[in-house]
C-alpha cells in the first residue's frame, strides 16, 4: 500500500512538472502585448529575453540602448498613422472639480507654477536633465553589468525626445479627442465618453480657466496669493521626465521664490525626492503639498478617485478613462508632448518602424509572435502602440498566461 | 547563533553564486558577487537618491514596531477572551477564520482608501500580518493551561481576574512568546511588500522595487541580503528571550 | 471545622443529555481536627466528592454545611492539594508557597515571612529560589502543601497526593504528613484508593461503594494510636476488613 501511495505521488509530481513546463504564456494575435504596471520590469525582462521589446515613457527608453539590452527604433511622435502622432500630447496637468471649486486661486497658482518650471526647462535643458537625474537617481550610476553610466547621462540623452510644452491649444485639444477615438476603437471607454460629440467631449475633459488666468498673472507679473488650505493637499506625479516641470518647481524653488514671488519649498532640503512641500506665493504659505509618485498613470488616478490626491502630473490616456468613468478631474494644460518611444532586442532585424513590422510578419507567420511590453492597459504607451500595429496590419492580442 | 554548523551552507552558497554569475554573464538574471558586496559594506551610502541601506532599514524598523505594537495590544486581549471563554470563542471563531486567509496585501487598495496613502495605510497592512499569528497562538496558550492551575488558584481564593492575570497569562506566555515571534517575521515580510503601494519614498522594499524601476539589480539583491539578516536578527533576538525566560516550559513534566 | 455532608448526590449530564450518576445518598459529618480518609474503588466519586466540598462542583441534591453555613463555591477556610501539575512551572518554590496570600492581598513583607515559615516546616527552605522543574515529584508535593497550610485553612483536601510518587518517597511522605498534621491540628480529607494509605493515615476511612459512590461503611481506626506500626495486630485487622469491603465481597 505505501509503494502504491509513493507511485501515486510521483506520478502526480510528474505530472505537474510536465505541466508547468509547457504551459508557457499563449500569444493568440500577430503580436502580443504584455502589461507591466509600470515601467520597472522592462529591462529585465527584455535581457532575459521574456519580450522582444517594449515602449516606455523616457528616460527608460534610452536604458536600453545604455545598458546594450536593446535598440530604440522609433520614438513616438512617428509612430503610424503617419503624422497623426506628431506633438502628441502625452503627459498633462489635471485637477480634482471639488478642489477648483472651493479653491480656484489656488489652482491656478499650481498652474502658473507648472508654466513658470516649464520655461525654464526649455531655456535651461541640461540643467533640466541634471535636476530631473538628480531627482529620478541621486544622480547616481547605474550599473549594467559591466557598464557603468551616470544617469545623467541618461537624461541628458532623454531630454531631446520630450517637448516640454503647456498651452492646451485647439491643435492640443484635438489630439487629445485623436486618444478618444483610439480609445473608443479599443473599446476601453464605456462611460461618459462613449459616444459625446467632439464638442462634448473637450468640455468633459478641459477646462482651460486655470490657464489662461495663470498665464495672465504670469503677464501682468504678479501671482495672487489664493486663500491658505487647512488640509495637506496631494500632487501624485509620475516617476519619469515627462514630469520635469515639477521637479524643477520644487528643486529650484529659491529662484522661482525670488523670481516670481511663487515657489514650492520643500520641508526637507536635504531629500533627493521631497515628498512634502510648502506652497509659497509672495512669500506666504498657502497650502502644504504631499508629493506621491506612482508607477503609472492608472495607479495615478486610482488615488485621485479616492481624493488622496488632488493634483496630478499624468498621462491623458488614464486620465481620460477616469473621466470617462466618472471620477471628478478636469484636464488644465499639457505638461509635455511625445517623449515615448519603442525599443527592441539588439538582435532584432529591425532598425525602424517599417522594417519591424516586417519582423513582426516573419514572426507570426513562424507560429513565434513577437511579444512587447507595456506599462498599463490604458496607458498612451499602450494605445499608440496598438493603435499603430493595427494600423500596419498586425492584429494585437493581451498574452494570456 | 545557536548552530555554527549553520554557516557553511551559506558561504557554499556564495561560492556558487560567484561561478554561476560568471558563466551566466547576464547581470538581469544574476549580479555578480562583487557588485553586491560593495554595496552591503557601505551601508551609509545613498543609492539612487532613496537614501542609504541603514537609514530605509531604520525607516522599515519603525513600520514593522508600529504595526506589530498595535496587534498585539489587539491580538492578547481577543486570544486571552476567546481561549478563555467558549462562548465568546463561538461568537468570534467563523469572523476570524473568514479573516484570515486573505493576504494582508490584497488589502492593500482597501487600506489605501480607508487609512490614505502612508504611514497609515501601512501599518494597517503590517498589523494584518501579525495579527493571526499572535492570536491563534494566545487562544492555545490559554487553552492548554492546565485545569489544576487554575483550581488550585480559584480554592486559594483568586478572583477570576487575578485568575487571568496571575495563572491565564504567565501560563499562556510561552506559547504566546513563540506567537509574537512567528508575529514579527510576517510583520517584516509585509512592511517590505506594503512598501510597494504607492504613498511612500523610503524604506527597503521601496527601495528595492525603486533599484528594479531602473535595472538596478545589485542594489536589489543587497536591498534582499539586507532584509533576511534583519529578519534573522529579530528572531535570535526573540528565541534567546525564549530560552532566558520560559526555560521551564519544556522542562515541565 | 466542622463538616455536614447530607443527602448528597451528583449526577453528570453528558454532551449527549446521558444522564451519569457519580455519587448517591452520602450523609458524612467530618469533625474538627479528624483525619478523615475515603477510600474506594476507581470511578466510584470519591474525587468527585472531594471537588464539591471544595467548591470546584456543586452537587445535584443535597447539602454540605461548614461550621453551620451552607457551603457556596470555593472557602477560603478550605485548601486543596492535588495530585499533579499543580505548582506554577513560571513561579519559584517560594512564590508558589506566597501565592495564596498574594491573592489575598497580604502585605509583601508579611506574606514574604508567612511563607518561609511554612516552607520550613515541609523543610524546603533551602529551595526557596528553584523552579518546580528542579524539584523531585516528593518535593513538590511538599511545596504543595506549603503552600495550601500558608494561607492557615481550617480544613485541607487531598486528592491522592502521593499518587504519583514512588514507594519509598510515598511512605516518607506519609510520615511527614502525620507530622505536620500533629503540628497544625487541622481538618483533613484525604482520598486514596491504597487500603493501606489509608489505614496508616486515618482516624475515619469512608468507604465508598463502586458508581454510583454509596457510603458503603465507615471505618474507625482509632483503636491504632500514632505513630501508626504496619505491623501491629490491630492495623492487620482492620486493614484485612477494609480491603474485604473493597474487594466487592456481598454489600450487607
Known amino acids: ?401 | 547563533m545557536r548552530r555554527p554548523l549553520g554557516i557553511i551552507l551559506p558561504i557554499l552558497l556564495l561560492i556558487v553564486w560567484e561561478i554561476a554569475a560568471q558563466s551566466i554573464n547576464n547581470q538581469f538574471i544574476l549580479p555578480r558577487l562583487e557588485t553586491v558586496v560593495p554595496v552591503l559594506l557601505a551601508p551609509t551610502v545613498d543609492i539612487l537618491g532613496t537614501g542609504s541601506l541603514v537609514h530605509n532599514a531604520l525607516v522599515s524598523l519603525e513600520r514593522v514596531g508600529a504595526g506589530f505594537l498595535v496587534a498585539l495590544a489587539i491580538a492578547i486581549p481577543l486570544g486571552v477572551g476567546m481561549g478563555w471563554s467558549q462562548r465568546f470563542d463561538a461568537i468570534v471563531d467563523t469572523t476570524i477564520q473568514l479573516l484570515r486567509p486573505i493576504p494582508p496585501l490584497a488589502w492593500g487598495p482597501l487600506a489605501i482608501a480607508w487609512f490614505s496613502v502612508g504611514i497609515n495605510s501601512m501599518v494597517f497592512i503590517i498589523f494584518l500580518g501579525a495579527f493571526f499569528p499572535i492570536l491563534l497562538n494566545t487562544i492555545d496558550g490559554v487553552k492548554s493551561i492546565k485545569k489544576t492551575w487554575v483550581e488550585v488558584a480559584q480554592t486559594l481564593g483568586a478572583s477570576e481576574r487575578q485568575v487571568l492575570s496571575k495563572v491565564v497569562l504567565p501560563g499562556a506566555s510561552p506559547t504566546i512568546w513563540t506567537g509574537l515571534r512567528v508575529g514579527f517575521g510576517i510583520a517584516w515580510m509585509c512592511v517590505i511588500a506594503a512598501e510597494w503601494l504607492p504613498g511612500t519614498t523610503s524604506g527597503l522594499g521601496y527601495l528595492t522595487l525603486y533599484a528594479y524601476n531602473f535595472g538596478q539589480m545589485h542594489y536589489i539583491i543587497a536591498g534582499m541580503i539586507t532584509i533576511g539578516i534583519i529578519g534573522i536578527a529579530f528572531d535570535f533576538l526573540f528565541r534567546s528571550v525564549e530560552d532566558r525566560w520560559f526555560c521551564w516550559r519544556g522542562l515541565e513534566r | 471545622m466542622k463538616l455536614a455532608i447530607r443527602d448528597l448526590s451528583k449526577v453528570f449530564v453528558t454532551g449527549t443529555g446521558e444522564k451519569v450518576p457519580a455519587l448517591e445518598g452520602i450523609n458524612l459529618t467530618v469533625e474538627d481536627e479528624e483525619f478523615l480518609c475515603i477510600l474506594g474503588p476507581s470511578g466510584c466519586g470519591k474525587t468527585t466528592l472531594l471537588r464539591i466540598i471544595a467548591g470546584l462542583d456543586t452537587p445535584t441534591t443535597g447539602s454540605i454545611q461548614v461550621d453551620g453555613e451552607a457551603l457556596s463555591g470555593p472557602s477560603r477556610r478550605i485548601a486543596m492539594i492535588f495530585q499533579e501539575y499543580s505548582l506554577f512551572p513560571w513561579r519559584t518554590v517560594l512564590e508558589n508557597v506566597v501565592f495564596g496570600l498574594e491573592v489575598q492581598g497580604m502585605d509583601r513583607e508579611e506574606r514574604l515571612a508567612a511563607a518561609r515559615k511554612y516552607l520550613d516546616l515541609v523543610g524546603l527552605s533551602s529551595f526557596e529560589k528553584n523552579l518546580p522543574y528542579e524539584l523531585s515529584g516528593g518535593m513538590r508535593q511538599r511545596v504543595a502543601v506549603a503552600r495550601a497550610l500558608a494561607t492557615e485553612p481550617t480544613a485541607l483536601l487531598m486528592d491522592e497526593p502521593f499518587g504519583a510518587l514512588d514507594a519509598q518517597t510515598r511512605n516518607l511522605m506519609q510520615t511527614e504528613l502525620q507530622e505536620i498534621w500533629r503540628k497544625t491540628r487541622k481538618t483533613i480529607l484525604f482520598v486514596t484508593h491504597s487500603v493501606d494509605e489509608a489505614v496508616f493515615l486515618a482516624d475515619r476511612i469512608v468507604v465508598l461503594t463502586e458508581r454510583p459512590g454509596r457510603v458503603r461503611e465507615i471505618v474507625p481506626v482509632k483503636k491504632c494510636p500514632h505513630p501508626r506500626d504496619r505491623t501491629c495486630r490491630d492495623f492487620v485487622d482492620i486493614r484485612r476488613h477494609v480491603l474485604d469491603l473493597i474487594s466487592g465481597g456481598s454489600s450487607d
Not at chain 1, 198 to 208: E, I, M, R, V, Y
Not at chain 1, 325 to 334: F, R
Not at chain 1, 344 to 369: C, I
Request: with cysteine; glycine share 8%.
Open chain 1, 1 to 401: 500500500m505505501k509503494g502504491m501511495r509513493l507511485l501515486l505521488l510521483g506520478c502526480l509530481a510528474v505530472l505537474l512538472v510536465a505541466a508547468a513546463c509547457t504551459t508557457t504564456q499563449q500569444v493568440t494575435g500577430d503580436v502580443g502585448i504584455l502589461y507591466t504596471k509600470g515601467t520597472g520590469p522592462m529591462p529585465t525582462l527584455l535581457a532575459t529575453k521574456q519580450i522582444d521589446g517594449y515602449i516606455a515613457w523616457q528616460p527608460f527608453v534610452e536604458v536600453a540602448p545604455v545598458a546594450h539590452i536593446g535598440k530604440v527604433i522609433t520614438y513616438s511622435g512617428e509612430l503610424p498613422p503617419a503624422g497623426r502622432w506628431q506633438n502628441h500630447p502625452c503627459c498633462v496637468l489635471a485637477a480634482r472639480t471639488d478642489l477648483m471649486g472651493s479653491n480656484p486661486a489656488l489652482v491656478d497658482a499650481m498652474g502658473a507654477a507648472t508654466i513658470l518650471a516649464t520655461r525654464y526647462v526649455n531655456d535651461h535643458p541640461s540643467e533640466g536633465a541634471e535636476i530631473v537625474a538628480d531627482w529620478l537617481a541621486g544622480k547616481g550610476n547605474f550599473t549594467y553589468g559591466n557598464v557603468t553610466v551616470s544617469s545623467v547621462e541618461v537624461l541628458d540623452r532623454a531630454f531631446p525626445t520630450v517637448k516640454f510644452v503647456n498651452e492646451p491649444s485647439e491643435a492640443w485639444m484635438n489630439g487629445q479627442v485623436e486618444f478618444i477615438y483610439a480609445l473608443r476603437e479599443l473599446k476601453a471607454l464605456t462611460g461618459s465618453l462613449s459616444n459625446t460629440t467632439d464638442t462634448q467631449s473637450k468640455a468633459l475633459l478641459f477646462d482651460t480657466g486655470p490657464y489662461t488666468r495663470a498665464m495672465a498673472m504670469i503677464g501682468a507679473g504678479k501671482i495672487t496669493a489664493p486663500p491658505a488650505e487647512r488640509d495637506p493637499v496631494g500632487v501624485g506625479y509620475l516617476l519619469s521626465d515627462h514630469d520635469a516641470s515639477l521637479f524643477v518647481a520644487v528643486k529650484k524653488w529659491q529662484y522661482f521664490n525670488d523670481t516670481y514671488g511663487i515657489a514650492l519649498k520643500p520641508h526637507d532640503m536635504t531629500a533627493t525626492r521631497p515628498d512634502v512641500v510648502d506652497l509659497l506665493v509672495n512669500g506666504v504659505k498657502v497650502a502644504e503639498l504631499k508629493l506621491i509618485p506612482a508607477d503609472a498613470g492608472p495607479q495615478l488616478m486610482q488615488l485621485a478617485a479616492t481624493n488622496t490626491i488632488q493634483f496630478a502630473y499624468v498621462g491623458n490616456p488614464p486620465t481620460i478613462a477616469a473621466i470617462d468613468k466618472g471620477t471628478p478631474v478636469k484636464i488644465l494644460m499639457a505638461l509635455n508632448d511625445e517623449g515615448s518611444g519603442v525599443v527592441v532586442v539588439t538582435d532584432s532585424p529591425a532598425t525602424d518602424w517599417d522594417s519591424f513590422v516586417r519582423w513582426a510578419k516573419e514572426r507570426s507567420a513562424a507560429g513565434k509572435p513577437i511579444k512587447m511590453a507595456a506599462p498599463g492597459k490604458g496607458s498612451i504607451q499602450d494605445v499608440m502602440l496598438r493603435y499603430a500595429l493595427e494600423e500596419s496590419g498586425l492584429s494585437v492580442k493581451e498574452v494570456q498566461a
